[in-house]
């Protein structure tokens, strides 16, 4: 898979993307993470001016998957309760990492990539996403407590450094 920061004319495949993801999420026990219409067009686009949304290209040159990469203090992890973060050592974020699953090993190149760029990472999934979770874990994250997010609800926080 070959990752690239996404630009304008991504935008109708990473809709799509995202639009895969949120059935997937809701077909297997996760229909409140993303509900019907997260992200927002107006979000990812800001995301795209922002230079923080990376698409993930298969073989055929198609987008196939989609995330938020920055570096950086996140607001979403000031505070963290039950637990405590690995370390306090600069750090990379990943946030909204979809897929169309029609690819595999997205997440595995997508955490590649992010470690390319910074050797401390940081993430977060809803509580009913099984399947991030084992991700996360499997690519050898650790969990490290509870955060809230700005609309007030709670995410299993992880960390990974290297």
């Not at 109708?12 to 999420?25: D, H």
């Amino acid at each position: 898979m070959t990752i690239r920061k996404a630009v304008g004319k991504d935008l109708e495949a990473v809709l799509a993307v995202y639009a895969e993801a949120r059935s997937f999420m809701a077909s297997h026990g996760n229909p409140t993470q993303w509900g019907t219409t997260y992200p927002s067009l107006e979000l990812l686009t800001e995301d795209i001016s922002l230079g923080r949304l990376y698409v993930g290209l298969g073989d055929d040159g198609v987008v196939h998957a989609s995330f938020v990469f920055s570096i950086g203090l996140d607001p979403s992890y000031r505070e963290i309760r039950e637990g405590a973060w690995l370390n306090d050592a600069p750090y990379g974020t990943i946030h909204r990492l979809a897929s169309d699953g029609t690819v595999s090993g997205v997440f595995a190149s997508c955490v590649q990539f992010c470690l390319s760029q910074i050797s401390n990472l940081r993430a977060d999934t809803h509580r009913d996403n099984v399947t991030m979770r084992r991700l996360l874990v499997k690519a050898g994250f650790t969990p490290c407590g509870i955060i809230t997010l700005d609309d007030g609800t709670d995410r299993i926080a992880f960390q990974l450094a290297v």
